[in-house]
């Protein structure tokens, strides 16, 4: 069993960052797969960044990255040059075989 804890978001102004922290309960494997992802309002959920199995670092564009700690059991998401269009409830995931584990989600608000 795996749990996932997470901190960060909030409101901040266009342009601005944040940085978004997941904790896991166990160390996070070289075969498991880690991603984050969002959900507007009335939109379907959203792929934000992932790091795989295979070690491929993928996000969905420029201003997202994706990292992990040394100790291999927080997973990291920094936002740069955030938009008003980022507004979303935020979620770390992390598959292990075929099971997935999510984070409580946490609310990033973009907004002047």
């Known amino acids: 069993q795996v749990q996932l804890v997470q901190s960060g978001g909030g409101l901040v102004r266009p342009g601005g960052s944040l940085r978004l922290s997941c904790v896991s309960s166990t160390t996070i494997l070289s075969t498991d797969n880690v991603s984050w992802y969002r959900q507007a309002p009335e939109k379907q959920s959203q792929l934000v960044a992932q790091?795989?199995?295979?070690g491929f670092n993928y996000s969905i564009e420029g201003r997202f990255a994706m990292s992990l700690d040394d100790a291999k059991n927080i997973m990291y998401l920094q936002m740069n040059s955030l938009k008003p269009e980022d507004t979303a409830k935020y979620s770390c995931?992390?598959?292990?075989?075929?099971?997935?584990?999510w984070g409580q989600g946490t609310q990033v608000t973009v907004s002047s």
């Open positions: 995931s992390l598959r292990r075989g075929s099971i997935y584990y």
């Open positions: 790091i795989t199995e295979r």
